[in-house]
């Protein structure tokens, strides 16, 4: 478990996410697979992505009941990816029931990473829409307890919350940072955002960038830029 880079292939279909991955000929990069890709492309985008050398975090954000949790989970081990996630509001039994279900019989198992809060729900909406009155940032440290307690490997969260949640779930908690922009680049629709070496000052294990190695003019060396400056 080190520090990478994972960049998060937002792609409408198969064609597309190819003629990226074939940019990359030396390093393979760990790769991020959305919910659009996989219910595009289905699971066997998963397995191909696997066997031509890249690691893969199945970024399908789990909540359900946590028998159906833990049954599906047991599902996506099958197809042998490295990281994959669900949200910590499905709250503890479902947290366990996936890593019952996603631990392989050997005892191995992929990396299981909790969304606390969506950063497209605000204050406002927490308190009128779903009556939670908490201050969010109060929430997101007390659900990455919660996912800490149940016995995942870390969370997604802002890099600028990735101090917060190693203070209170322990440095070797995982924090899988999206919001991340090179310092001279588009933010987009990102409004909080590090760049990849603040990210590392601030102890992010893993950062995740879409657009800014996608959509650049040269992928491959906006990728080594970004694990230059983040790696080192
Ligand atoms: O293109 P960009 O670098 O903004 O991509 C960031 C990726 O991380 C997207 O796949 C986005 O859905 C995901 N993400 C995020 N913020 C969150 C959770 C996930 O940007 N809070």
Not at 193 to 212: H, Q
């Amino acid at each position: 478990m080190g520090k990478d880079v994972i960049i998060a292939c937002d792609f409408a279909g198969e064609r597309e996410v190819f003629d990226f991955l074939g940019l990359f000929r030396d390093r393979k990069p760990f790769v991020k697979i959305g919910m659009e890709l996989f219910y595009a492309a289905g699971p066997a985008i998963v397995r191909e992505i696997k066997k031509r050398g890249h690691r893969i975090f199945l970024d399908l954000k789990l909540h359900d009941i946590p028998n159906t949790v833990r049954k599906t989970m047991a599902v996506l081990s099958g197809l042998d990816v490295d990281m994959t996630n669900l949200h910590a509001a499905g709250a503890s039994a479902m947290m366990r029931g996936a890593l019952e279900g996603l631990t392989r019989p050997d005892g191995s198992r992929p990396l299981l990473i909790a969304v606390t809060q969506l950063t497209s729900t605000d204050e406002e909406t927490m308190r009128k829409e779903l009556l939670i009155p908490t201050p969010i940032a109060e929430t997101v440290l007390h659900y990455a307890k919660n996912a800490a307690q149940a016995g995942l490997d870390g969370v997604v969260c802002s890099p600028l919350e990735a101090e917060g949640v190693h203070r209170v779930c322990g440095s070797g908690f995982l924090t899988v940072t999206p919001g991340v922009r090179f310092a001279d680049g588009e933010r987009g629709d990102q409004k909080r955002v590090m760049t990849p070496a603040e990210a590392r000052l601030v102890g992010s294990d893993y950062i995740v960038m879409g657009r800014p190695i996608t959509g650049a003019a040269d992928p491959v060396a906006a990728y080594h830029r970004a694990c230059a400056e983040f790696i080192g």
